[in-house]
């Protein structure tokens, strides 16, 4: 089952389908065809044999002839030797249907499984070998300018996962929060949180502290709810273990099932009504009567 990370990166691609040119011509200096535009295209890549071949995003750059260039990505979170036998399938069957030039682009979270990715793969046809065009954190552009975030949030995205680390982050993270500022609130939410999951201890509380005292804080709806979901999430966590704690002291037997009801609650006002409850009930029923 593909992780919330895969699916978090595939997602920058399909609200941002020029982030896969981006990518490539920053990156790798790949040659891109002039394009008017960037669309999605069907990830289907079966061709007439029964086995079906699926890639992440396919992206196609397009001018007013129709396709020009094309882009088949996928993102490779570690080592897939089955992959060494369907990319090549994806390349040409994309190629055939769109008939124009087409390459593989690898995102991978580390440099060792990129060096992995683009090593070559022989087809058998004598000369004719595929190279993968693999990107690791090290070739990921680095934004500091608000202005090219706020053109390319996903690409600040990319940047602040990529480098957000480093001990002269403070320009990164500030660039992805005026990237974030251009969003809605549900994608800057994804945003931010994609980030913060991949930072260490020490980035990502940096990141927290800007969202929550800089300016970014009066300028952006998104931060002020995110922290404010965030609070009323802790304070249910609070509620809720206060009166499990209290059922407990009081020997009343918790099943299962209302351990779970009284876990999922997010309502703090909810949980502290069931902590007053919990004081003079005898019986888990009464809890929720």
Known sequence: MPSHLHEALIELFHRRPAL??????????????????????????????????????????TDATGPVFAVVVEIQLGRDGDKRWSWPVYLTTLRARLRCPTVLLVLCPSTALAEWCATAIPLGQPGLVMRPLAIGPGRVPIVTDPDEASTSPELAVLSAMAHGARPDREKILNALLAGLRTVEDDRASLYADVVLAALPAAARAHLEELMKTGTYEYQSDFARRYFSQGRAEGEASGEAKALLA????????????????????????????????????TDIDELFA
Do not use: K, M, N
């Open 246 to 281: 209290v059922l407990a002291t009081r020997g009343v037997d918790v099943p299962e099932s209302a351990r779970q009801r009284i876990t999922a609650c997010a309502d703090p006002d909810q949980l502290e009504s069931w902590v007053r409850r919990a004081v003079t009930i």
């Open 20 to 61: 896969a040119a981006e990518l490539l011509t920053t990156s790798l200096g790949v040659a891109v065809s002039s394009y008017q535009r960037a669309r999605l295209e069907s990830c289907e890549l079966t061709d007439l044999a029964p086995t079906e071949y699926r890639a992440d995003t396919v992206v196609v750059l």
